[in-house]
C-alpha cells in the first residue's frame, strides 16, 4: 500500500516525546540471537519495516518469531541452512551481518549479495576480509556468497576502516569460537556496545566495545536472555533538529545524553538553545537558525552521517551558507534536489553540499527516496509555508515509529493518507 504524508507547516512545534527503541542496536540484535539455541526476549523492540525485513530473515532460517505487544521473543533452536537469498537481502543490506552469528553456530552460511542502496554501493569487502582472518572459506557463487567456517579458528583481525557492520559481524563470529578473537580499529559506535551486552547477557565474554580494539573470547554455549535494546540516538537527534527548524520547545526523554552530544553541539551552533538532564535532553529555538561555516560528518563520537540530511534541512533556511561534507556515503545528498522544490539552494559536488540559507520555503510534493533524506523532507515541510506532500512514506517507515503520530502529539500538522 502507497502512502503519502500531508504536512502544513510554519508552526513552531512545542511538547514532550519518548524515544523508540534503537533500530541499528536492534537489528544485530536481533541476528545474535541464532548465536543460542534458547529464548531470546526483546524487550521494547521497535514496529519498522527493517526489524519486519530482519524477522523475515530469521523465520527463512527456522526461527519462531512472536510478539507479546512490544516484546518480541525469538528461539532459533536449530538453524535451517536456507540460502538468505536476494528478496531478502534487498529489503535490508545491512543484514550481511547475520553472517558471523550463523556461521558461528553452523559453521556455514549461504547469503545473496545484499547490492548497493539509494545512499551508496555498500561495498562488503570489510566483513570477507575479515571472516577470511578467522579462517573461513568465501567463494562468490552467481551471486551467493558461499562460507565454509568448518575450520574456523579465533584470530587477530585488522580492520582498514572501522565499519560498523564489519565490527559486529565479527564480534558474533567470534562470540562462540574457541579461543581469542581481537578485532582491530573496531566502530566504535554506541551500538556496538549494546551488542557487546546484549552478547555478554548470553553467557558471552566480549571486552572494549566502544574502543578501538574490541576482544571476543568464545564460549562452548550461549544461553537465552532478556534485553532491552539502548534507546534510538538519530530519532532523538531528528526530533530535536525538527524544532530546531521550526522553533519551538521540545524535551525527549528516555535518552543516554552522551550518545547524543556530537549532534546537541551542533544544533547549538545553529543558535538553538540546549540543555541536558539525566535522560532526556531539551531544546528551544525561537529565531531562524544560524549557519554553520562547516560540518563533517565522520564515525562517532563525532557528527553522525545518519543525522546529516535532516541538519542540512535546518541550514537550509539559515541566516547565511553552510558546508556539509559527508565522509561516509558517497550518494548522501539526494534528499537535496527535493528540498530544491521547497525554495532551498543548495549546490552539491561530490561530497560536499553547499547550502545558501533562505528565509521561507514553500510547501510542495515532495519525493522520499531513502530513510534519512525522507526525514530531511519531513523536517522541511514541517518548518515550510503552506502544505506540503512526501510520498514515498515507506522510506520512512524503515526507521521511524509512529512518526506523524509523535510529531501530531508536538504540534504539528501531519496526516498520513493512502493514495
Ligand atoms: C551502519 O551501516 C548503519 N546501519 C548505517 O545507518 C550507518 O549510516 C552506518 O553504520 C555508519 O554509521 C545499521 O547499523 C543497520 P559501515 P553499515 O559498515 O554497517 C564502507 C541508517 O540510516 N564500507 O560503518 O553498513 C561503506 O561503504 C543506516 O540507519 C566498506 O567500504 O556502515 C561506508 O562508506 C544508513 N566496506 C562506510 O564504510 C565494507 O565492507 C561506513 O559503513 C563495509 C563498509
Known amino acids: 500500500m502507497q502512502q503519502k504524508f500531508i504536512i502544513d507547516g510554519g508552526k513552531p512545534l512545542i511538547g514532550e516525546i519518548e524515544v523508540q527503541t534503537a533500530k541499528n542496536a536492534t537489528l544485530p540484535i536481533i541476528a545474535a540471537s541464532i548465536l543460542t539455541d534458547e529464548p531470546v526476549r526483546i524487550e521494547k523492540c521497535p514496529h519498522l519495516k527493517d526489524i519486519d525485513a530482519m524477522l523475515d530473515i530469521m ?57 548497493g542502496c539509494e545512499i551508496g554501493l555498500r561495498p562488503i569487502d570489510l566483513h570477507i576480509s575479515g571472516l577470511k582472518a578467522l579462517s573461513v572459506k568465501i567463494a562468490d557463487d552467481r551471486g551467493v556468497i558461499c562460507c565454509d567456517g568448518s575450520e574456523m579458528r579465533a584470530g587477530v583481525v585488522n580492520l582498514d576502516f572501522a565499519s560498523v557492520g564489519a565490527t559486529e559481524n565479527l564480534m558474533m563470529a567470534g562470540a562462540l569460537l574457541d579461543g581469542e578473537t581481537v578485532i582491530v580499529n573496531a566502530a566504535r559506535e554506541p551500538e556496538i556496545v549494546d551488542l557487546a551486552q546484549f552478547i555478554n547477557a548470553m553467557g558471552g565474554r566480549v571486552s ?85 561555516h562547516k560540518l563533517e560528518t565522520n564515525v562517532y563520537p563525532a557528527f553522525p552521517t545518519d543525522m546529516q540530511p535532516q541538519l542540512c534541512a535546518v541550514l537550509a533556511r539559515a541566516r547565511g551558507s553552510s558546508v556539509i561534507v559527508e565522509n561516509l556515503f558517497e550518494n548522501r545528498f539526494g534528499y537535496t534536489t527535493e528540498l530544491a522544490k521547497m525554495g532551498a539552494t543548495i549546490t552539491v559536488k561530490d561530497r560536499v553540499a553547499v547550502i545558501h540559507g533562505v528565509e521561507k520555503l514553500s510547501g510542495a510534493a515532495l519525493n522520499a527516496s531513502d530513510l534519512r533524506g525522507g526525514a530531511a523532507l519531513v523536517i522541511g515541510a514541517l518548518c515550510a509555508e503552506g502544505r506540503s506532500t512526501v510520498y514515498g512514506v515507506e522510506h520512512i517507515d524503515r526507521g521511524y515509529e509512529y512518526l506523524e503520530q509523535t510529531l501530531a502529539g508536538i504540534g504539528a500538522s501531519i496526516k498520513r493518507v493512502d493514495i
Open 208 to 292: 572494549g566495545a566502544g574502543g578501538s580494539v574490541v576482544r571476543v573470547t568464545g564460549v562452548k554455549k550461549l544461553h537465552g536472555c532478556t534485553y532491552r535494546p539502548m534507546p534510538d540516538r538519530i530519532c532523538a537527534g531528528t526530533y530535536l533538529a525538527a524544532v530546531a527548524a521550526t522553533g519551538g520547545s521540545i524535551t525527549v526523554n528516555g535518552i543516554i545524553p552522551e550518545h547524543v552530544f556530537g549532534m546537541t553541539e551542533r544544533l547549538k551552533q545553529t543558535g538553538a538553545r540546549i540543555s541536558v538532564h539525566k535522560n532526556s535532553v531539551r531544546l528551544t529555538a525561537s529565531e531562524r537558525p544560524r549557519p554553520i
Open 59 to 115: 523465520r527463512h532460517l527456522g526461527a519462531s518469531v512472536e510478539f507479546d505487544g512490544d516484546n518480541l521473543t525469538i528461539c532459533c533452536r536449530d538453524v535451517l541452512l536456507n540460502v538468505i537469498n536476494s528478496d531478502l537481502t534487498g529489503k535490508l543490506r545491512s543484514s550481511i551481518f547475520i553472517l558471523g552469528s550463523i556461521l558461528s553456530r553452523c559453521r556455514q552460511a549461504y547469503i545473496s549479495h545484499p547490492g
